[in-house]
């Protein structure tokens, strides 16, 4: 996937869509096509049956009209996935009365992003590290720097600690994914896993050889009845994430007075 859209994307033609800048018609489509009915059945498809199952003629099946209809909205999949995208980020809230001031606004941040992966798991593998710059993309850029706005860092700073918190929901959120496709895969929990290898791990992990891997591997494995916690990672990895970042606003508030 990643090397399609790498090869195959047309960001002018994606700019277009996004910005609307040329909204076609198709006389053989018949009244009410457009690209968001277009974007809109693709987002669903994507979301009940996963990123692979999305094709041009899929999403023209789900319309009911033909797939050079569908074409002349929008010219490929590839640009498809950009209005995707940009669509669900224009879907996100943005509230401007988070408390806490810059940790609670950059947590609320972390968890929204987190939300969105986890409720199209897709994106993980749409998103690509050269976005195309959709309005609900810059809207939402725009919105997640104001939480660090004012507080001493400069802009690259500003931009590092956005790219280090949702890099952080990210990867959560890919981790969590793939604890869920394990278990629609396997018919089988993470728990169920658990419960069904401990007793051999405790046979065959050597404590005398092992002791650390041992004892710490028996403990995580009984907190989180599983090989691995999705939830207790994210929350953890988060308030570290945020204390690494309170170090540098404090050094910066020491150099130019106190942040609001």
């Known amino acids: 996937m990643s090397r399609e859209r790498r090869t195959k994307a047309d960001p002018a033609r994606s700019l277009a869509i996004l910005w609307r800048t040329r909204e076609p018609t198709s006389r053989s489509a018949g009244p009410g096509l457009s690209v968001d009915r277009i974007v809109r059945a693709a987002i669903g498809i994507a979301d009940a049956e996963g990123i692979d199952a999305l094709t041009m003629r899929r999403v023209s099946e789900a319309l009911g009209v033909g797939t050079m209809s569908v074409y002349t909205y929008v010219p490929g999949k590839a640009e498809l996935l950009d209005v995707m995208i940009d669509t669900l980020y224009g879907e996100m809230e943005r509230p401007t009365d988070v408390p806490g001031g810059w940790r609670g606004k950059l947590e609320r941040i972390a968890r929204d992003n987190l939300a969105l992966y986890r ?3 897709w994106m993980l593998r749409a998103e690509t590290s050269r976005p195309v710059l959709g309005p609900n993309l810059l809207a939402k850029y725009d919105h997640e720097l104001n939480a660090v706005a004012g507080i001493g860092l400069d802009d690259v700073e500003m931009d590092a600690v956005l790219t280090l918190v949702l890099g952080h929901a990210k990867s959560s959120a890919r981790a969590a994914s793939e604890v869920s496709d394990l278990e629609r895969e396997t018919g089988m929990t993470d728990g169920q896993w658990w419960q069904l290898h401990a007793p051999w791990l405790e046979k065959f992990v050597d404590a005398g050889r092992y002791p650390t891997a041992a004892r710490v591997g028996t403990a995580a494995g009984q907190a989180h ?11 953890f990895g988060l308030r570290r ?20």
Do not use: K, M, N
């Not at 009845?225 to 929350?235: C, N, Q, T, V």
């Not at 606003?249 to 942040?259: D, L, M």
């Open 241 to 260: 994430v945020l204390d690494g970042i309170s170090v540098v606003v404090a050094e910066r508030s020491a150099e130019t007075g106190p942040a609001r």
């Open 225 to 235: 009845g599983a090989a691995y916690g999705p939830e207790y990672a994210f929350e």
């Open 119 to 121: 409720a199209h798991p």
